[in-house]
């Protein structure tokens, strides 16, 4: 199958590289033009535009950071949009708004394009592993062509339902609770270093329990270690989580006071310098300088 591929982070990198690998003709784009020689050598066909890696593709994914990046490779003379051909799919991959999601639904719709949502849960090396949880909504004729090719990038691909903004709420949810659970253990090392007991030790013993999830372990020594670089998940982007899910429960009529308590977090760390180069995991050390258990490293 002919694909288009736009936005080579370490995310977007690793899904393009298994397509390639998976036997497709991949023609990638992005930004950085960096980024693009390790799919050159892959195997993958460089683009000089979003247009040009959308020409005569049956289907074009996108992975971007956020709504205006995704605003920004979609639309105008040289966005995906302009290089498609009529019946061709854009999957996005992307963690975006409720609100552009449903923006680009109905932009893909009158243009005659398939649109379908498909944000995933996982970082790199999951993405790479082919390990992600894939969130897919979109109409069914567009489902049946994303979903075979959702299948070689993940070890699940959730079915949400036919409107692609609630593949969008439906990660950003599961932001949300990624964050709490990540504060929950920021408190817990606290509360453990506190009385003399390990935080390492603590994750160990509890993660050999009903703790024993990816999110408890991988969180849990990253808080317990402190270890919050290099970032698999940068913090400015679960920043922006915070508040998309925020801004979306406020539309709804939904009280969230976990999430307003997680964006005080996020404020107080960008406000001592950590930023794109942090792991979001550093959300989990407020509650221990909370607590009196060192302060916050100097040059960050």
Same mark, same amino acid.
């Given at each position: $199958?002919?694909?288009?591929?736009?936005?080579?982070?370490? !995310?977007?990198?690793?899904?393009?590289?298994?397509?390639?690998?998976?036997?497709?003709?991949?023609?990638?784009?992005?930004?950085? *033009?960096?980024?693009?020689?390790?799919?050159?050598?892959? +195997?993958?066909?460089?683009?000089?535009?979003?247009?040009?890696?959308? %020409?005569?593709?049956?289907?074009?994914?996108? !992975?971007? #950071?956020?709504?205006?990046?995704?605003?920004?490779?979609?639309?105008?003379?040289?966005?995906?949009?302009?290089?498609?051909?009529?019946?061709?799919?854009?999957?996005?991959?992307?963690?975006?708004?409720?609100?552009?999601?449903?923006? &680009?639904?109905?932009?893909?719709?009158?243009?005659?394009?398939?649109?379908?949502?498909? *944000?995933?849960?996982?970082?790199?090396?999951?993405?790479?592993?082919?390990?992600?949880?894939? $969130?897919?909504?979109?109409?069914?004729?567009?489902?049946?062509?994303?979903?075979?090719? &959702?299948?070689?990038? +993940?070890?699940? =691909?959730?079915?949400?339902?036919?409107?692609?903004?609630?593949?969008?709420?439906?990660?950003?949810?599961?932001?949300?609770?990624?964050?709490?659970?990540?504060? $929950?253990?920021?408190?817990?090392?606290? =509360?453990? #270093?506190?009385?003399?007991?390990? *935080?390492?030790?603590?994750?160990?013993?509890?993660?050999?329990?009903?703790?024993?999830? *990816?999110?408890?372990?991988?969180?849990?020594?990253?808080?317990?270690?402190?270890?919050?670089?290099?970032?698999?998940? /940068?913090?400015?982007?679960?920043?922006?989580?915070?508040?998309?899910?925020?801004? /979306?429960?406020?539309?709804?009529? =939904?009280? !969230?006071?976990?999430?307003?308590?997680?964006?005080?977090?996020?404020?107080? &760390?960008? /406000?001592?310098?950590?930023?794109?180069?942090?792991? %979001?995991?550093?959300?989990?050390?407020?509650?221990?300088?909370?607590?009196? &258990?060192?302060?916050?490293?100097?040059? =960050?």
């Amino acid at each position: $199958m002919r694909i288009g591929f736009i936005g080579l982070g370490s !995310m977007g990198s690793a899904i393009a590289k298994n397509l390639v690998e998976s036997g497709h003709d991949v023609h990638v784009f992005n930004r950085s *033009p960096e980024r693009t020689e390790s799919l050159r050598q892959a +195997g993958a066909n460089v683009a000089a535009s979003p247009a040009q890696a959308a %020409w005569l593709a049956d289907v074009v994914f996108s !992975m971007v #950071a956020d709504d205006a990046a995704l605003t920004a490779v979609t639309r105008g003379e040289t966005g995906i949009a302009s290089g498609m051909r009529p019946g061709a799919i854009h999957i996005s991959m992307s963690t975006i708004s409720v609100a552009a999601a449903r923006e &680009l639904a109905d932009f893909h719709r009158q243009a005659g394009f398939g649109f379908v949502s498909a *944000p995933v849960f996982g970082r790199p090396d999951a993405a790479a592993a082919r390990k992600l949880f894939i $969130m897919a909504a979109g109409a069914d004729e567009h489902l049946k062509v994303a979903v075979p090719l &959702l299948e070689q990038l +993940g070890q699940s =691909v959730g079915i949400v339902g036919t409107d692609p903004s609630h593949a969008n709420l439906v990660k950003l949810i599961g932001n949300f609770m990624l964050s709490g659970i990540i504060e $929950m253990l920021g408190e817990a090392c606290a =509360v453990a #270093a506190k009385a003399g007991i390990e *935080p390492s030790h603590l994750v160990e013993l509890l993660t050999n329990t009903p703790f024993n999830s *990816p999110a408890f372990r991988i969180y849990g020594s990253l808080i317990a270690k402190r270890q919050f670089q290099p970032a698999a998940f /940068a913090l400015p982007l679960g920043q922006k989580d915070n508040r998309l899910i925020m801004a /979306a429960a406020e539309a709804l009529g =939904v009280p !969230m006071p976990l999430a307003n308590l997680v964006h005080d977090r996020f404020v107080t &760390l960008r /406000a001592q310098g950590y930023g794109a180069e942090h792991d %979001w995991a550093a959300v989990g050390l407020c509650a221990q300088l909370d607590a009196g &258990l060192g302060r916050m490293p100097e040059g =960050v």
